[in-house]
Nanobody, 125 residues
Framework: LQLVESGGGLVQPGGSLRLSCVIV????????IGWFRQAPGKEREGVSC????????NYADSVKGRFTMSRDNAKNTVYLQMNSLQPEDTAIYYC???????????????????WGQGTQVTVSS
């Protein structure tokens, strides 16, 4: 199983980006997919997830109302639409996949075995 992220870049505060995560090797709908981020000098934190187990989604409080996660099973791709970006959103963003994770636990990075290489998001004027 491979995960390939794309869509990162430099954006001004208040701007938007859409990240993509393509799953290669198995059908997307087998998995719970999570988005995580890690800023310099900080711990990796869960941003959002979509669970195959219970069909639910979950978002970190810091991104609720600004970020939206979606999946396109036909394209084997998961998206993270990020609006109203702020400098504190600057980080490397990773997608991760695993089986059997309910949405209530989907922001816990230790539950995932499969990770992408990450894509840099920088929010700066």
């Amino acid at each position: 199983l491979q995960l390939v992220e794309s869509g990162g870049g430099l954006v001004q505060p208040g701007g938007s980006l859409r990240l993509s995560c393509v799953i290669v090797g198995r059908p997307l709908d087998y998995y719970t997919i999570g988005w995580f981020r890690q800023a310099p000098g900080k711990e990796r934190e869960g941003v959002s997830c979509i669970s195959h187990s219970d069909g639910g989604t979950n978002y970190a409080d810091s991104v609720k109302g600004r970020f939206t996660m979606s999946r396109d099973n036909a394209k084997n791709t998961v998206y993270l639409q990020m609006n109203s970006l702020q400098p504190e959103d600057t980080a490397i963003y990773y997608c991760a996949a695993d089986i059997g994770i309910d949405s209530d636990y989907g922001l816990l990075s230790g539950l995932y075995d499969h990770w992408g290489q990450g894509t840099q998001v920088t929010v700066s004027s």
